[in-house]
């Protein structure tokens, strides 16, 4: 997409964070954690801008070789034209580059499109984690080797 970047995540880019992450989540993170997760060690988090708009982010830990992605999220009115596609794959390229073996996640067993996403970019389902989540629906466990 014309005029897509993606970089780092820094305290300017908090407040549009938040508030996707308000739109995306039942239970979004606080403001606060959002700023310890920018200068956590071994957090890669990243942000979707357009014309300096925050319009989606990835927030990933890792250790040794592998890695857990524990949120990604596109603004509503983005959704839809490659913005998380974009993202994940800038993921994948900056924990290959710090030599990350494996990416695992959790995705709700009914978000179809996250799902196949996910799975478009070579993930597995490895098991089914029953009420996960605070909704008490399930999550399934996914994994990539990269």
């Known amino acids: 997409m014309e005029g897509l970047t993606i970089v780092e995540f820094q305290p300017k880019h908090v407040d549009a964070v938040y508030e996707i992450s308000v739109e995306a989540f039942p239970l979004p993170w606080a403001k606060e954690e959002l700023i310890r997760e920018i200068i956590n060690p071994r ?3 990243l942000v979707a801008l357009v014309e300096e708009e925050v319009i989606g982010y990835v927030q990933c830990w890792y250790t040794y ?82």
């Open 43 to 45: 957090a890669l988090n």
């Open 65 to 146: 070789e592998d890695a857990d992605i524990i949120n990604i999220a596109v603004k509503n009115n983005w959704k839809r034209k490659g913005i998380g596609k974009v993202l994940l794959q800038g993921l994948i390229d900056a924990l290959k580059a710090k030599g990350m073996r494996n990416i695992f996640l959790e995705v709700r067993v009914t978000n179809l499109p996250a799902q196949t996403l996910y799975k478009s970019f070579g993930f597995i389902t490895l098991a089914k984690r029953e009420r996960y989540y605070i909704s008490g629906e399930d999550a399934l466990v996914m994994n990539l080797q990269i």
